[in-house]
């Protein structure tokens, strides 16, 4: 009998439910998605994710959400649809916001960081989950033995440590991510070093307070050890709004506004966002982050993902000497396992030879707020 083809949106549609969700026919599966249409998600993501399904033999369910400025547990209403459903899938910030919660976690539950039709249908989307989360995991390796770490752009980063362990509890989401974008984060504590800071300090997606960015005239240098930010230097004007910005985020919230958590990289040659940063940041700080082109740190807060984040464009990131990012560019090869890893997938592979270069950049190519 003669398959049509599939359609690279179907694809998507497919990989999300069945190689992230594991999905079966016959199986429920409730669409959490939100009431506000502002642009974040695309609107009609849930009707393409929603007939996928049905064609796969799911049921559906749908269940809307407004925008939860202040991060908290899903309701008792959703709550109890969820537990009703073989799964949840996220079209929503309320998952994002959750993801490293523990309530409900035991629950099969995927946030969708693919939030529009192009990026479902493009490779962000298309390429098999399956092989990612496994490179996800030989990431982890080789940063669990690395003796010594080396990070540095071309802005100015320059921070180093070693020996990584990584917690057995609170290390990661507690929500499977699709697609899998970046690697478990690493913890801070045994780092040292500065970030350089261009464009913007903004938030995690935790909490949605405002202002949720602070723009940056020029490169602010973030110094810390360990754990806290030290000191920050650069021109007085930067300084004085990214330390009011800090302490005014911290006092809403109670916390240590100079705690630094942890920090990871981008690991999807697929992800891409198109467009300026600052037309949206939100929307920028939920998404562009799986660009290997981009470098985050979770501060203010000691907690995952903290309220602040840092963000380090073009990192090198050097195991034991060895750039397994380089200038922006992640190379899966130079860590073991990672050829064989890429050898089996060949549309991984070749994603991984040309990657998306867009991940928000103002018209000179740099990150900043405003055009």
């Not at 209403?77 to 929503?92: N, P, Q, Y």
């Not at 966002?273 to 982050?289: D, I, P, Q, T, V």
């Not at 903290?306 to 190379?331: F, K, M, Y």
Request: aromatic share 10%; net charge negative.
């Amino acid at each position: 009998m003669h398959h049509q083809a599939l359609s690279p949106l179907e694809q998507g549609a497919r990989n999300l439910l069945l190689n992230c969700a594991n999905c079966q026919p016959g199986q429920t599966v409730l669409f959490v998605h939100e009431t506000e249409n502002d642009g974040y998600y695309d609107p009609e993501l849930l009707n393409v994710l929603r007939e996928a399904a049905v064609k796969l033999g799911l049921v559906t369910h749908q269940h809307a959400v407004p925008i939860a400025r202040d991060v908290s547990d899903p309701d008792a209403v959703l709550s109890a649809k969820m537990h009703a459903s073989d799964c949840t899938v996220f079209l929503a910030r309320l998952g994002d916001q959750i993801r490293f919660r523990t309530k409900d976690a035991a629950l099969n539950q995927i946030i969708s960081y693919a939030l529009d039709r192009d990026m479902l249908a493009s490779p962000f989307g298309t390429l098999d989950y399956a092989a990612f989360d496994d490179l996800k995991h030989l990431i982890n390796d080789a940063f669990a033995g690395a003796e010594d770490i080396h990070v540095t752009c071309p802005a100015g980063t320059d921070f180093r440590g070693g020996k990584v362990y990584f917690q057995s509890h609170g290390a990661d989401v507690t929500r499977k991510r699709f697609p899998v974008s970046v690697f478990t984060p690493v913890p801070a504590n045994r780092f040292s070093g500065r970030v350089a800071q261009r464009g913007f300090l903004t938030g995690t997606g935790s909490n949605y307070y405002s202002p949720w960015s602070c723009g940056l005239s020029d490169t602010l240098f973030v110094n810390f050890d360990g754990t806290h930010i030290t000191r920050f230097d650069g021109n007085a004007d930067d300084i004085a709004a990214a330390t009011a910005h800090y302490e005014s985020v911290a006092a809403r919230y109670g916390l240590d506004p100079y705690f630094v958590h942890s920090w990871h990289a981008g690991i999807h040659p697929g992800c891409a966002f198109k467009g300026f940063a600052g037309n949206h940041m939100e929307r920028w700080s939920g998404s562009a982050f799986g660009n290997p082109r981009l470098l985050h740190f979770h501060t203010c807060g000691d907690y995952p993902p903290g309220e602040i984040s840092l963000n380090v464009l073009d990192p090198t990131v050097r195991l034991d000497g060895v750039a397994v990012w380089e200038n922006g560019i992640l190379h899966p090869d130079r860590i073991a396992d990672g050829a064989a890893l890429l050898s089996a997938h060949p549309e991984m592979a070749a994603a991984f030879r040309n990657p998306a270069t867009e991940v928000g950049q103002a018209p000179g190519g740099e990150l900043r707020l405003y055009a």
